[in-house]
């Protein structure tokens, strides 16, 4: 069993930065790839961003459309977290944001049953 722990949400101005941190936990071993997903007030939920835990030094990242360009998802190993850094943040990000993890292969590495572990999510709140 993974638990994960979300942290570094908040209100934010539009155009501006957060940064989500993910901490893993407890059979870390079991873990392939940890994502990112979002839930929007009356909306699914959505994928944001996935990462190899293996997969060389970069984890060979990968990010939905709406936040290419924008987000960028890290992992640091040795302290088993991973990062959403999120800059020119737009009210339409406004969202619960969910880290997860879990054994995916190609063709659910962008889906929520390609996880198994979730965190309780953080509030992103974008708005002037």
């Known amino acids: 069993q993974v638990q994960l722990v979300e942290s570094g949400g908040g209100l934010v101005q539009p155009g501006g930065s957060l940064r989500l941190s993910c901490v893993a936990s407890?059979?870390?071993?079991?873990?392939?790839?940890m994502a990112w997903f979002r839930q929007a007030p009356g909306k699914e939920r959505e994928f944001v961003a996935a990462i190899r835990w293996s997969g060389g030094s970069t984890g060979n990242p990968y990010h939905a459309d709406s936040v290419k360009g924008r987000f960028s998802i890290s992992r640091d190993k040795a302290i088993s977290t991973v990062y959403l850094q999120m800059n020119s943040l737009e009210p339409d990000d406004t969202a619960i944001y969910y880290c997860?993890?879990?054994?995916?292969?190609?063709?659910?590495?962008?889906?929520?049953?390609?996880?198994?572990?979730w965190g309780q999510g953080t509030q992103v709140t974008v708005s002037s």
């Open positions: 997860a993890a879990g054994r995916p292969i190609m063709s659910t590495l962008a889906t929520m049953r390609g996880y198994t572990s």
């Open positions: 407890g059979s870390i071993y079991n873990i392939h790839a």
